[in-house]
């Protein structure tokens, strides 16, 4: 699938799990000790052959940068499409 771009949208996130997300994004809260959230969507888009990733994080996003990295682990780092974080950079009014 080359002319498809997953996209993950972490900006309208809601505040479910306040004592986890203190200081971390949603999306990288442990799950079994090994894994985060956001590796069962990553995990379902490179299985459908996505080879191009956006993630669009809100706020605590370096949690997310780290666990990410260059995409390596999802075979995402690469020249021509890729992983791409790109965090909000405006703030939003509520």
């Not at 306040?18 to 200081?23: E, Q, V």
């Not at 959230?37 to 459908?48: K, P, Q, R, W």
């Amino acid at each position: 699938m080359e002319n498809v771009l997953g996209i993950i949208n972490l900006i309208n996130e809601r505040q479910h799990l306040k004592d986890l997300t203190a200081h971390r994004n949603v999306a990288s809260v442990p799950f079994g000790g090994r894994y985060r959230l956001i590796d069962f969507t990553m995990s379902n888009l490179i299985n459908a052959d996505v080879s191009k990733v956006a993630v669009f994080p809100k706020e605590k996003y370096l949690s997310v940068m780290d666990h990410l990295g260059s995409g390596k682990e999802w075979n995402l780092d690469r020249r021509s499409g890729g992983l791409y974080i790109l965090p909000l950079s405006i703030r939003m009014k509520r």
